[in-house]
């Protein structure tokens, strides 16, 4: 026996073949969604090159294809052009933004024939996650140095920066995915905190913005922002300080002018708390700088840091949304439920609720969602597929496929921790938060939880370019996964 | 730096996962699982029920004329979101209007208040009726009007320029209407009067539906389930009147310029051969789009051309009411055929006097009839309520007589099959207990000759005359005589018997041609057939009402008939030769050269009203 024999024979049976099968699954059922969703009234036939089914047939069967020849190329390659395929994407990037036409308001779109065009920016992913891992895997690199992870930041960014050149804002959002992995790479968890305090602090201080406790001129969101600007402030102080004196001081401070000022407001005069509670936050930061001052400690001044940026976001926030084009606000507006305007900017999610809403448990059957098939839901068949699957196989369907995903994205997981080397690793952390995200964003959006961000559903929103995407996305990754015993050896 | 050192992590981004996936679950169970409303949200969007509007019923008199039929017209729809540079002028000058009317009319259909069901998706009315003539005009030009469309609907059209009041007309449905029925949606005819409105539902048929799939753009994508669930209208059923449009027509001439009504009754089957309320109009003016103005033009003439007087107006009956009187003194065993009352000039008794005119005295009731005593039927009356032996009290008389008057039809509607009867007025002993206190006979006494607190309707009076020719029983007088495809109810067509015996009805027809042959209607004698009649000259705040109620032939009655004619005098004036006319036309088919001359002459003659309002 050759070494060549066992290797190969050592890499068909080292291939991860429970993900081979979700794929396929997820596929299958993304065809039959794609099929709902595109009924064409004059031709019926699913197979026909004429409809968006049959066309969907094609670009599955040539993902089946693509996997093949992606696991028949050897992991050294991978290695050595790591950099070079990302030069190469970003490049193709570039050049998509100079030479693509205009197509629904975006230049992202390259055509090839007459009608088959491909969109670059889904393809560039494997190639940052690639660049990413081979970089995160060199000898010394550590994550907590400011020039490697820098570095890495801009392999991230670069390419978010031309997508969103291209007008494709919702395709370079996917990128913040890859911060979710450098989380698990070891950078610091503060970063992600911060992030996710902003987007709480925005979207309850806008929401509740003009609610208002009973009896008092205090606005809900006002008051709530302040109370978790105040408390993740603290508990950062006691966490990453572990200085127990100035928690309680701060505490006292805080807590008890708020507590004050809530009974006066009560039971003597109503007024308007807020004020208070921002005169003990202005306090709080003062003593935290205080504090870096006097112990030389920097943790404070970042404390410091996000305690101005927690106070301030409200405020800046709803300034900003003040002077905002009115289409814009009522954009987000609609977003956040505090409007709601089903004929206008809501009506996508509008249409998207009453199509899964009206699923029921079972759904209404294979291509008797009227919803759908009526074409009542925009951009149904892409962006918004997961309605097809809520309205025509219910919440049965609708729950199913969540749950192949979170199957899947569990065994993402487990592939990606039985790595040995950085580079394997950070590429499988990459795809499977990638897909998270989409999976986040996508089915949030049509549920109306999250903002309608058009990014597609893996494997079930129809298209030739995504579809490539992320089988590409996927099988370097499980071509990788293949040849961890044999380097092993 | 180890990796190991974080591997805690997979942990965090697991639960971010496994977060994300159960909440959408949730999610879902909350949209999906709760209740149907996102069901019927997604029902509405999607079905379009195309509403098919089955043919009206078409109406024929009794000898088969076609009187209303339908004529095709189209309603100009409107989808907003699709009118897109719409050339307004072309427009306006195709159909016909205004810029302003234009203007005015996009407005109104915007206007929520007064078009609930607006949506800038769907079809809107822009403008109801447009006649062939205008439309083969704007058809032609419609490819250049995005957003415009055609509904076909039908309008009534009438072939006749009489029976207004009885053929009744046909209008949108009233936003009542449309609330207290399940069948009718905005923007559906409906019978407004008429036999229009007693038969709608004959008429009308059942509407059918289509149940179409509509997409995102109201563009129409098939039926639904095939087909399955649509159904196929069904038409109107044709009505057959029991009017002779030839009698019809003369008894609208012959009430030309004058108030009042003419009703004709085929004795034997209850069926109004003519109706004829005056003044009246041509049914005409309330065809299509011009109705509402046509309309509101008549309800304000003070002469009230839209009541229908035949069934709506009650009149005191004068003496046609005696011989409701005779029958009733008869049954009762208050009079014979010998019982003989004076007469000096009227009725006199105790200061009270009810006047009259010159004839012998003392008189039986078969001349009594015939010269239309006021004596006689007066003091047929008096001692019938003061007869103590036979009655306990003046109000069980009085309750007795009323039992008499109601089993003869009247104080009751009769229940013809048209809309906006009145009952008349019999009054009961209740009522004079209520309204003189203590009261005697001679109180009440003009209610013997159909005077007083007596009022009836021309209907009502018309039956009496039927009664008599049957001889005993009416059967409800009704307008309808056939529907195709169909039944009348049972209700037209059973016997109603009175309490007098056949016997005494005898003697009153014969009193009836005692009065034709040598009494107050002489000029209704003909020498073709025996005519019964009586006469009636009702006082009234103004000059008397002229009336008449008569029939012939005396021994196989063909046609009984009630002529009253507002201020027309004397009975003999014009109620007796107007009820001989239509007697004529009826039997005969036709007028006699005489005849006609007389008929022309009625017809010229004008009575002046002024123009009080009534």
Known sequence: MTEQNTSSKGIFLSIDWITILLYIILIVWGWFSVCGACYDFNNPDLFSWETNSGKQIVWGGTSLVLAAVIMLIERRLFDSAAYVIYAAMMLLLLVTIVIAPETKGSRSWLPITESVKIQPAEFAKFAVALALGKWMDRYGFNIKKSKDIGVAIALIFFP??????????????????????????????????????CVVYFVVGLKFQNDFITYMPVSIGEFTVLLLAMTFTISM????????????????????????????????????????????????ILVIILMAFYRHIYKYALIALFAILSTSLYYMSSKVIAHMADHQRTRIEVLLGITDDPRGAGYNVNQAKIAIGSGGLWGKGFLNGTQTKLKYVPEQHTDFIFCTVGEEEGFVGAAGVL???????????????????????????????????????????????????????????YGGSSLWGFTLLLFIFLRLDAERNLKQK | MNHHTYEYRKFVLAGIALIVVLSYIARLAYLQLSDGEYKTRADNNAFFNNIIFPSR???????????????????????????TNLDTLDFCNTIGITQQQFDERMLAIKDKNKNPGYSTYTQQLFMAQMPLSEFSVFQEKMFRFHGFYVRERTIRRYATNHCAHILGDVAEVSKQEVDN??????????????????????????????????????????????????????????????????????????????????????????????????????????????????????????????INRAISGTYPPGSTFKTSQGLTFLQEGIIDSTTAYSCSHGFRFRGMKVGCHGHGSPLPLIPAIATSCNGYFCWGLYHMLSNRSKYKTIQEAMTTWKDYMVSMGFGYKLGVDLPGEARGMIPNADYYDRRLGRWNPLGVISIAIGQGEVTLTPLQIANLGATIANRGYYITPHIVKAVEGGEIADSLTKKHYTKVDKRYYEMVAKGMRKAVLGGTCRSANSSQYAVCGKTGTAQNRGKDHSAFMGFAPMDDPQIAVAVYVENGGFGATYGVPIGALIMEQYIKGELSKASEAKAAMFQARHIDYGTRER
Request: some cysteine.
């Open chain 2, 181 to 306: 029925s399940d069948y009718y949606a905005p923007g559906d005819y409906i019978g407004k009067q008429g036999v229009e409105r007693s038969y709608e539902t004959e008429l009308r048929g059942v509407k059918g539906v289509e149940v179409l799939l509509r997409d995102a753009r109201g563009r129409i994508q098939g039926h639904y389930k095939n087909g399955e669930l649509d159904r196929k209208p069904v038409p109107g059923k044709n009505l057959t009147l029991s009017i002779d449009a030839k009698v019809q027509a003369l008894g609208e001439r012959l009430m030309e310029g004058k108030m009042g009504a003419i009703v004709a009754i085929e004795p034997k089957t209850g069926e109004i051969l003519c109706m004829v309320s005056s003044p009246s109009y041509d049914p005409h003016r309330m065809e299509g789009k011009q109705r509402s103005t046509q309309m509101l033009e008549m309800q304000r003439d003070p002469m009230k051309p839209m």
């Open chain 1, 160 to 197: 978010m920066l031309l997508i969103v050149a291209q007008k494709e804002t919702g395709s370079a959002l996917v990128y913040f995915a890859f911060f979710l992995m450098l989380y698990r790479e070891g950078m610091t968890g503060s970063l992600l905190f911060t992030g996710f305090a």
């Open chain 1, 237 to 284: 102080v006691w966490i990453y300080c572990h200085d127990l004196l100035t928690v309680n001081i701060l505490a006292t401070i805080c807590y008890g002018s708020t507590v004050i000022a809530l009974l006066f407001s009560l039971f003597a005069i109503p007024f308007d708390v807020c004020y208070v509670m921002l005169g003990a936050c202005i306090l709080m």
């Open chain 1, 403 to 461: 749950i192949v995903y979170l199957l899947f994205i569990w065994r993402l997981i487990v592939m990606a921790e039985r790595q040995i080397d950085t580079m394997s690793r950070v590429y499988g952390y990459s795809v499977l938060c990638i897909f998270l995200f989409h999976l986040f964003i996508n089915v949030g959006m049509v549920l109306g939880l999250t903002p309608v961000i058009g990014i597609p559903l893996p494997f079930f929103s």
């Open chain 2, 57 to 83: 019923g078409v109406i024929y008199d009794r000898n088969g004329k076609l009187l209303v039929y339908n004529q095709p017209a189209y309603d100009i729809m409107v989808v907003m979101r699709e009118v």
